[in-house]
């Protein structure tokens, strides 16, 4: 893994934390099953908080930010997004979901609109947008993933770092004011993540509020501003990404690093 | 390569190479030819063989289709023809078209009255215009509304009926939308739903009926004079028409008598004279065909008119004493002795008696007696009742003339069952599909169940049900179109076969559409309509067109409960006289006509398909 995500000077002018909690997650557990997944999460985001969580697989990371948009329930506890409790109440589901954004390791783009249908499709039917403002924002947002020229392709014509930008930008065009990234550059060629990354840290830099799952420890470095790791459906330790690379505290940790960052 | 650099291993090329045409032995009709039929020994080997095999068929095949019998009159007359040509009179010497040119209009449209073949002809060309724009999306959206109110009209069309039937239920349809969304407005969607479903099961179950027997009053009285009249004159002019038709028959059947006369006495079957005798009485025996033909829907005709001449006639008289006979029933069922006071119908009627001679209960001779005469009373009342409700009905129809369902036959009939089916089937099937992925246990369980049940037993099973069983189940006096039975049936036998079809195409949806829609913030039935079904439907395109052309294959099964479908017709038509031993070339034809309907199918869905390709997934 590449120890930076890019070359260039981050600006952190905007990216500001804020006192205002976006997200809470009080003693949260889930099962599948039998099998116990999460384990007692506390965890509570703050606005413009962007935070990389890490972790081997089946360690529960993505099942905790699929929780978060109720991908999959949760059985004990509490999670609470912008002041919402995240109940089977499926009117709260529908709003938070419109208010959070996600985007999936193999995109889940829709393969039988076009791009641009792909990202006007939620805004014309959830938000209830007149067409032409949808799709004026639609390429609006197109152009900042840097494909407006793509906008009228089919997703199959597109190489998988463009087909994640079109997911990015399908997400934003919802202007949602929290962003999860379920592991985006994983089923990505190298010189596909750069591309994908380069539109991550952008969103980054504008102030948007980030939860990404990802084995980019330069990303994480670089751009978050703190990094939880998780092991066995816990959270094992968390801090800020300097102290978490340089001077991790536990061995799971430590054992986590050396294998991740040791070739 | 060059060889100046052959062993070295840097190499830089100066010049770029320009483009060739390919080797003239690989492009045009001669490369086509060996790379699709000669490519090697093997495949020059098979070429040939198959050549020559489908040379042969067709060598032995082509002289039975070209046989210049399309004229003849009869089996006899083809072998007439076939024998003097040289060819062997049997089977084998040649198609007997006349069958066809004689039958045909019956394979297609069965006993429709032939003065109305318009109406379905009309019915079909204006369902093409229908699902012109379903097939086609190129085609103006304006026609959708169209589409939109031909399920309304083609019924109409081909069974007749007042014009304001067809009204109403558009009216009805609108209404309840108009229902649906001024509650969903004011309270929730779901609310509106309710109340869209509960008016529309008023205005069907009610309202019709109420409205459109009032206006059959109003219309019926202001018209029922010159209707009177009209009948008159057209009951006089038919009379005549029967009189000269019966004297042509006479004189006709004379002439056939004479012909047959002229000749002594037959000798044996093979006597020369005597059979060309019968040949030269052929042309009048046709004649006399038609005559009869034409009589009998004459005296058809004059018998409906005379009914109705009757019906108007006895109108007054039935008005009159409607609420005499009212009084009496109501009179009489007041004075019932308690023992029998509960008892509503014969049906009941029937179960007490039952249960008296098992001796459960004890009820006076007298009481039963008298509870017999309040129920013919009550049912003398209905009936009148009825029959003024009909005279109205008959007098008042400004539309068109009713065709009765037994008048159905042929193509008219497959295509009527088989359009409707298919088009209901694939909606059900659908949310048969979606049922049977529910998380709701019960709405799973029933869908299962319904697929399971359905797919289970045999479709000639469920054809018999419709034709007879349904009648049990259904309170006694509705009277439930046949046609319209079987087209309920076929459409749930198709819809079980469409839910799994569809299903195999909800499988193959990767989870993450389903998460991607979630993502977003679409709610269940936004995610089906826009995510899920659009790719769950055009995956599952073959099998659902497959299912389509086995319905409309299947629809030939209904002649076993005695509908005359083309295979029902054919029987018919085989045991007429003239075309009794016809085989091929009636099959061939039905064959032929399932054929162009079940391609052109096919072929739609191979477009279909093409069309709908947008990459790789």
């Known amino acids: 893994m590449s120890d930076v995500a890019t070359a260039r000077e981050i600006d952190r002018s905007k990216m500001q934390v804020s006192d205002e909690v976006a997200i809470e997650i009080n003693n949260m557990n889930k099962w599948y099953g039998t099998f116990h997944v999460l384990r007692d999460i506390d965890l509570t985001v703050h606005r413009g908080e962007r935070i990389v969580i890490a972790g081997p697989s089946g360690s529960g990371k993505s099942t905790l930010i699929r929780c978060i948009n109720r991908l999959e329930e949760h059985q004990e506890g509490q999670i609470i997004v912008d002041g919402t409790e995240l109940t089977s109440d499926l009117k709260n589901i529908d709003k938070i979901r419109s208010e959070v954004g996600m985007c999936f390791q193999h995109f889940n783009l829709f393969p039988h609109l076009t791009i641009l249908e792909n990202c006007t499709l939620a805004p014309i039917w959830v938000r209830k947008v007149p067409k032409k403002e949808a799709e004026a924002t639609a390429m609006e947002y197109l152009e900042k993933v840097k494909i407006p020229e793509q906008a009228n392709k089919y997703p199959g014509q597109l190489s998988g770092g463009q087909q994640q930008r079109v997911a990015i930008a399908r997400s934003l065009c919802m202007k949602p004011r929290i962003m999860l990234f379920d592991e985006p550059t994983s089923a990505l060629d190298p010189e596909m993540i750069k591309e994908v990354l380069d539109t991550m840290i952008e969103l980054a830099e504008e102030g948007m509020t980030m939860i990404c799952v990802t084995h980019e420890m330069g990303f994480a470095r670089q751009v978050a501003n703190r990094v939880i790791f998780m092991d066995a459906g816990q959270i094992v330790e968390q801090n800020e990404p300097e102290e978490f690379f340089n001077n991790p505290k536990s061995d799971r940790t430590k054992l986590f690093l050396s294998q991740i960052l040791g070739h | ?617």
């Not at chain 2, 010049?15 to 080797?23: C, D, F, G, I, S």
Request: charged share 20%; with cysteine; proline share 4%.
């Open chain 2, 1 to 617: 390569m060059s060889n100046l650099h052959a062993d070295t291993v840097a190499y830089v090329r100066d010049t770029m190479l320009e483009q060739r045409e390919p080797p003239l032995s690989t492009v045009g009709i001669l490369g086509w030819g060996k790379k699709n039929l000669f490519t090697g020994p093997f495949n020059t080997i098979v070429t040939i063989l198959c050549t020559v095999f489908v040379a042969y068929v067709l060598w032995m095949l082509l002289p039975w289709f070209i046989s210049p019998t399309w004229q003849a009159a009869s089996l006899y007359e083809c072998q007439g023809i076939l024998r003097e040509l040289g060819r062997d009179g049997g089977h084998f010497g040649g198609a007997c078209w006349g069958v066809i040119r004689d039958r045909w209009v019956q394979l297609l449209a069965g006993f429709y009255p032939s003065d109305l073949y318009w109406r379905p002809l009309l019915a079909l060309a204006l369902l093409g215009v229908a699902i012109a724009p379903v097939l086609f999306t190129r085609l103006p959206r304006k026609l959708v509304w169209f589409t939109a109110v031909y399920p309304v009209v083609f019924p109409w069309l081909l069974w007749g009926g007042a014009v304001w039937v067809p009204l109403l239920v558009i009216a009805g349809v609108m209404l309840s939308v108009f229902v649906y969304k001024l509650v969903g407005r004011f309270s929730s969607p779901l609310f509106g739903i309710i109340a869209g479903v509960l008016f529309a099961v008023f205005w069907f179950t009610w309202a019709t009926g109420a409205i459109s027997t009032t206006i059959d009053r109003v219309v019926g009285s202001a018209r029922i004079e010159s209707v009177l009249a009209e009948t008159d004159a057209q009951i006089a002019e038919l009379t005549a028409e029967s009189v000269a038709l019966e004297a042509e028959i006479d004189a006709t059947e004379a002439r056939i008598l004479e012909i047959i006369s002229s000749v002594s006495e037959p000798e044996g079957a093979g006597d020369g004279a005597y059979l060309d005798a019968i040949q030269r009485a052929a042309p009048d025996r046709a004649i006399l065909a038609d005559l009869r033909d034409e009589l009998f829907v004459v005296g058809g005709e004059l018998g409906r008119l005379r009914a109705l001449k009757r019906q108007i006639d006895d109108l007054p008289a039935q008005i009159s004493m409607l609420p005499d006979l009212e009084e009496e029933a109501i009179e009489l069922r007041q004075a019932l002795p308690d023992s029998v006071k509960d008892v509503h119908s014969e049906v009941a009627m029937d179960t007490l008696q039952a249960q008296i001679l098992q001796g459960d209960i004890d009820v006076p001779t007298e009481d039963l007696n008298a509870l017999k005469k309040t129920l013919a009373a009550e049912k003398n009342v209905a009936d009148t009742e009825r029959a003024i409700r009909s005279t109205y009905n008959d007098v008042a129809r400004i539309g068109l003339e009713p065709v009765s369902s037994r008048r159905f036959g042929g193509m008219l009939v497959s295509i009527t069952i088989g359009v409707v089916a298919i088009a209901c089937s694939l909606p059900l099937g659908i949310v048969l599909a979606l049922g049977r992925q529910s998380d709701l246990l019960i709405v799973k369980s029933l869908c299962v169940g319904f697929i399971e049940l359905m797919r289970g037993v045999p479709l000639i099973t469920l054809l018999f049900v419709a034709s007879t069983l349904l009648n049990v189940f259904l309170p006694p006096g509705t009277n439930f179109d046949i046609i319209l039975r079987v087209i309920i049936m076929a459409t749930l036998f198709a819809s079980a076969y469409m839910a799994e079809v569809i299903r195999g195409g909800l499988a193959a949806l990767s989870k993450g559409q389903y998460e991607g829609a979630d993502s977003l913030g679409l709610n269940y039935w936004q995610a089906q309509r826009l995510i899920i079904m659009p790719q769950a439907l055009k995956i599952s395109i073959p099998g659902i067109v497959s299912t389509f052309i086995g319905l409309f294959k299947d629809t030939t099964l209904v002649s076993v409960i005695g509908i005359l479908d083309p295979l029902g017709l054919s029987t018919s038509i085989r045991s007429d006289q003239a075309w009794n031993g016809v085989v091929w070339e009636l099959y061939g034809f039905i064959a032929l006509l399932f054929f162009i309907c079940c391609f052109s199918m096919s072929r739609y869905s191979m477009y279909l398909e093409r069309k709908l390709q947008t990459g790789h997934r």
